[in-house]
């Protein structure tokens, strides 16, 4: 069993879903230029995403999105008469790779905006490079631990506010009131945890351990030990690739989940699924604003995105939550309505117009960035794994605020 879903260089490369209107350009590095003529000078977008690496999944899902919405933005006549380009680079689960490519898509193709970067440490790696060197615009699509209110840098994933308040009572409720919190030993989780805690224990649980471990462990027999002696009933994991497939098998192995215990994670998604046999994480609750299986039933709008998607990116690169794909998808389009609104790409215009944007349709339902916060509003559904499937078990009654910044 392959410990993480690894796509390479040459897999990507052999799409040929991703070859159709995408032209190589060195090493790590794609030019997907429109298929239409135009007069007007393109509007450059620059994607900095993980094509290769631990989770190189993620990011060749969100390579995908990108080119799926530049795609049917430019089918429609592009932004303000212009079409849009993209421009990708690889920033391959490596900060020091990923910087030296991110100052490449600004200082040589002068980009008029960046997407990407899944996880937080990467955010914070290239962040600078793009907004405070490059003075460029700088959209985060992937779910994090909040806390990121740097000027001209607009979130739209969810942030613990969205992912735990209304979660966290579900799992207590569906599994119990004695929690851990193993954890990967980097930003994302040590924020995630503080807020995680303060909803757990203002909800009657209780913290029972949070530890943290180096991200390239993949023992975990003494956490185990720990989760069993102590009689945990959820674990609240925030482990990531490659020692998250390890540890849910030693978990299993264990008899965790055989005596009633309830694992969660809030990055799951359908990509992850594939990292474990299904019998390993059967029952695993987590909370994103987007599960396939559930809300393509609900959401005619998502329906369409998703078949649009399967359609274009066959294969065993899914379009789904925890990967930053919808929060790429939600990003595009926002930024989209920002410069309509703005009739301009200069950043301090569309920074302005897109405070306050609005999309009436996207995956899992509509989205809104909240004013003077630049974190977005966003549904968010909570879904058990079911036969390596998910099926949505509760939902937010309406778009849930990010509480940040």
């Not at 008899?255 to 990292?275: A, P, Q």
Request: hydrophobic residues 40%; positive net charge.
């Amino acid at each position: 069993m392959s410990e993480t879903p690894h796509v390479n260089r040459r897999r990507f490369l052999q799409s040929a879903a991703w070859m159709s209107g995408a032209m190589a350009a060195g090493a790590g590095r794609w030019v997907v230029r429109p298929a239409w003529g135009a007069t007007g000078a393109p509007i450059k977008v620059g994607i900095a995403t993980d094509l290769t690496g631990a989770i190189g999944y993620a990011g060749n899902a969100n390579a995908n999105v990108a080119k799926l919405v530049t795609k049917e933005i430019n089918a429609k006549g592009g932004i303000l008469g212009r079409p849009i380009e993209l421009l990708i680079e690889d920033t391959a689960s490596n900060e020091s790779t990923a910087v030296a490519n991110v100052r490449k898509l600004i200082q040589r193709d002068k980009v008029d905006v960046v997407f990407g970067g899944i996880t937080s440490s990467m955010r914070n790696a290239i962040k600078d490079v793009i907004v405070t060197r490059g003075r460029t615009l700088y959209i985060y699509p992937q779910l994090y631990e909040g806390k990121e209110c740097t000027p001209y840098i607009f979130c739209t994933g969810p942030t613990p506010a969205q992912q735990c308040d209304e979660f966290i009572p579900w799992l207590i409720k569906n599994g119990g009131k004695r929690f851990a919190l193993p954890s990967a030993n980097y930003v994302w989780p040590h924020v995630l945890n503080q807020y995680a805690r303060k909803v757990i224990e203002g909800n009657g649980g209780e913290v029972i351990f949070e530890e943290y471990y180096p991200l390239d462990q993949v023992e975990y027999s003494a956490t185990v030990n720990k989760i069993i002696t102590n009689k945990v009933d959820v674990v609240f994991n925030t482990v990531i690739p490659p020692g998250v497939g390890p540890f849910f098998k030693q978990l299993y192995e264990a008899g965790f989940s055989k005596r009633g215990g309830r694992l969660s994670c809030v990055y799951y998604d359908e990509n992850t699924l594939n990292i474990n046999a299904p019998h390993e994480i059967e029952g695993l609750a987590s909370c994103l604003d987007y599960f396939k299986a559930g809300v393509i039933k609900e959401d005619a709008a998502s329906a369409r995105i998703q078949a649009e998607y399967d359609k274009q990116f066959p294969g065993n690169i899914a379009f789904a939550a925890g990967s930053a794909a919808t929060g790429m998808y939600r990003g595009l389009k926002l930024w989209e309505a920002a410069v309509n609104e703005a009739r301009s790409v200069n950043r301090d215009a569309v920074a302005k117009a897109l405070d306050h944007a609005k999309i009436a349709e996207g995956p899992g339902g509509p989205a809104e960035m909240v004013p003077g916060k630049r974190h977005c509003k966003m549904r968010m559904y909570t879904a058990v794994a079911k036969g390596g499937t998910y099926e949505i078990v509760a939902r937010s009654k309406g778009l849930v605020d990010p509480k940040e910044c």
